[in-house]
């Protein structure tokens, strides 16, 4: 017997009005009218609170949940997720003012990131938000530009521990990385420091992204707690938070599944059982993709279709210039498509014929579909790419050669 053939999960995270997807209760004619614009992301704001109820569904009341920016700095979408978190995570000055204009009160945002200048570590100083420290050099530098300011520094200190974050596609921990401090080496410097130079807040412990394997996440709390707890016992002045990382992912790819929180929701009930000094201590769970990426679909319009040796080609206005992740090369080592739809056919069966969809750049690189199973498309469909609520716009290089920048649109 032959095995079928893996198939994305179903995108049924969005409304349907017969023929037509809706984002926002939208179709994407009446967007594409809203925006005067051919191409689009769009975000659906109703997908992002599930994905936050579903997260507070499963994970002890305990820890908070803050929003790591970089996933999608859209100031619309931060502005309406302000509320419905606990904190912001920024990765540059920019995405900093971002989170402070918002209305995120600053010690509810944290600051991480390798290779901080001084002109970050001075405006966060300023701003009253949380330094996570990536080196011994950083350290000093916040001390020595604090005392210039007469503002004591707020200091977290980001650990690179000595585990790893198994069957993930992103390891940021374990082994020699730029990120944080090793953990070792953390352990030899906390007892000494002289703590009067900056306000100590506690530790940042982040070993990966993208991870759809329950078991590998539940492993990595485990050595978090671990050693979260051994840092609070050579810590000689209060721990008032511990990150305790991220990593979880969505599916992108047939085959894939969603993650279930429920696991790894009760390894955290069990954990914070297990150390009590640390149910005491602000923990924090830092999420991106997870929180944003089901919401987003990325349209572009089709406005051509050729046959080319017996491949139906459907051209489209958008590419990678715009969506870099869709095409296979941020991060992926094989590419493999996202699910994709044409968005005014959402009813229609597909056809037999395996499309390529590609966009107008002058590389094969630029594919949005590779040989995938649509409709019947027609110059002037919708064609829809799922999974694109994070690391889209600001991910992509959109200025490789010169097609206008793609708009963007909460709902
Ligand atoms: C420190 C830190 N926090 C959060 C994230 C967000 O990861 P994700 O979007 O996969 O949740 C990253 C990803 O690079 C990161 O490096």
């Not at 990595?220 to 000689?236: E, G, M, R, S």
Request: charged share 20%; hydrophobic share 45%.
């Amino acid at each position: 017997m032959s095995k079928a053939a893996p198939v994305h999960v179903p995108m049924d995270q969005f409304d349907i009005d017969g023929q037509q997807l809706l984002i926002g209760g939208q179709s994407l004619e009446q967007i594409a009218a809203l925006l005067d614009k051919e191409v689009f992301y769009a975000y659906d704001s109703k997908v992002i609170k599930k994905q936050i109820d579903v997260f507070h569904q499963h994970i002890p009341a305990a820890i908070k949940l803050h929003y790591a920016i970089k996933a999608n700095p859209y100031p619309a979408l931060i502005n309406k997720m302000r509320p419905w978190v606990e904190g912001f995570d920024v990765a540059s000055h920019k995405e900093m003012l971002l989170a402070l204009q918002s209305g995120m009160p600053s010690q509810d945002i944290s600051f991480a990131g390798p290779a901080k200048q001084l002109a970050e570590i001075r405006a966060a100083i300023v701003a009253g938000v949380t330094l996570h420290i990536e080196s011994e050099t950083e350290l000093a530098r916040a001390v020595e530009i604090g005392q210039s300011l007469g503002i004591q520094p707020i200091v977290a200190f980001r650990v690179n521990p000595a585990f790893e974050l198994k069957a993930s596609g992103m390891k940021m921990g374990g082994g020699p990385k730029q990120f944080g401090i090793d953990e070792e080496r953390l352990f030899e410097l906390l007892p000494d420091l002289d703590y009067r130079q900056f306000q100590f807040r506690g530790f940042h412990i982040f070993w990966g992204s993208q991870n759809l394997k329950q078991e590998a996440i539940i492993e990595a709390h485990i050595n978090t707690f671990a050693l979260a707890q051994k840092l609070l016992d050579v810590t000689p002045v209060p721990t008032q938070t511990i990150n305790l990382g991220g990593g979880f992912g969505i599916p992108y790819f047939a085959g894939e599944q969603r993650l279930d929180l429920a696991p790894i929701g009760d390894n955290l009930k069990q954990l914070l059982n297990q150390y009590p000094q640390l149910g005491e201590v602000e923990l924090v769970i830092e999420l991106g993709r997870f929180l944003v990426a089901e919401a987003g679909i990325y349209a572009s319009r089709i406005t051509d279709i050729k046959t080319s040796r017996g491949q139906t080609f459907v051209m489209t206005n958008g590419g990678l210039h715009h969506h870099l992740s869709n095409s296979g090369n941020f991060g992926q080592v094989i590419r493999k498509n996202y699910p994709v739809a044409i968005g005014n056919k959402m009813t229609s069966p597909a056809t037999e014929d395996k499309i390529m969809a590609v966009g107008p750049l002058c590389t094969p690189l630029d594919t949005l579909a590779d040989k995938m199973l649509l409709p019947q498309a027609e110059i002037g469909d919708w064609l829809v790419v799922f999974q694109s609520g994070a690391y889209g716009p600001t991910a992509s290089p959109q200025d490789f050669l010169g097609h206008p920048h793609v708009a963007e649109i909460i709902l």
